[in-house]
């Protein structure tokens, strides 16, 4: 038998347990990635299963494809929606200048595994670079994320060519204090003055200055920089990594680029 004082001590204790602090579980990260995959050049078959074996292994939540072709004339279907059939579980968004039905769209993707609330696309100016950049907002852990996917003028000299895109981009984005992953193809190091407004934007580099040394594959002709950039509102994200991948595969690179990604950790 429980005696009288042993139930009062209970029923004095059972308030103070009902009120105590729930631990919460850590949101999950968001992984992201970007690749320019070097449309069909080279032995494209190839590249392809390397590709995949490449994202397949960074199990990324959303991928940001660059310079990504679909040729009717070659008899070459969309190579975003390629890449993600072979994945499985990536809701594609293409973007090109060329309309869609034209023979030939060439232009930048995003492939998304997560639900997803909108998305919209730009045409970047000056339109004689046949530049675009396109964002889907997705829900991740409960909370709306803006990512957004771009690939700037390639010229060494078209500094203010790429200056006047990023403008146009950031000045096209929602002002609704949704947090923001910028990523892709950017042709310009982190030090060009382009890139300078997104600083200003409050968006840092998940990719550490002087974490690479080259973010193009030397082998395939390039000289070595550090172009391909994921970028994070760091109110909303912690970078918990990040790091380059996609390296050569029996002597075979994946692409001419290599990718990077980012393991963004909700705060």
């Known amino acids: 038998m429980i005696d009288r004082r042993t139930l009062l001590a209970a029923a ?69 929606e390629t890449i993600a059939a072979a994945l499985g579980g990536y809701r594609v968004e293409f973007m090109s200048t060329s309309p869609v039905g034209a023979a030939n769209r060439y232009g930048n993707a995003i492939l998304t595994r997560l639900p997803v609330v909108e998305t919209d696309t730009i045409k970047l100016e000056p339109f004689n670079d046949y530049r675009t950049a396109l964002r889907v907002r ?55 003055a382009a890139l300078a407004p997104i ?22 002709g390039h000289k070595s920089r550090v172009i391909d950039h994921i970028f994070a509102d760091p109110r909303a994200f912690e970078v918990s990594g990040a790091r380059r991948f996609a390296d050569a595969v029996n002597g075979e690179f994946p692409s001419d680029h290599y990718a990077v990604m980012a393991t963004l950790t909700p705060r």
């Open 12 to 80: 004095a204790a059972a308030p103070l347990a009902a009120c105590a602090p729930r631990a919460t579980a850590p949101r999950r990260p968001l992984r992201v990635v970007t690749f320019n995959i070097w449309h069909d050049a080279g032995n494209w078959p190839l590249r392809l299963k390397l590709i995949v074996d490449a994202l397949r292994a960074a199990d990324a939540d959303v991928i940001g494809l660059q310079e990504v072709l679909q040729d009717s004339k070659k008899n070459l279907p969309n190579q975003a």
């Open 138 to 192: 997705v829900r991740s852990e409960g909370r709306l994320v803006d990512i957004v996917n771009t690939h700037l003028a390639h010229q060494p000299d078209a500094g203010p060519v790429r200056a006047q895109q990023i403008n146009g981009l950031l000045g096209w984005l929602p002002s609704d204090d949704v947090p923001l992953v910028l990523m892709g193809d950017f042709n310009a190091p982190l030090d060009e």
């Open 199 to 220: 600083a200003i934007r409050g968006l840092e580099p998940a990719l550490a200055p002087g974490a690479v040394d080259t973010t193009l594959v030397v082998e395939r």
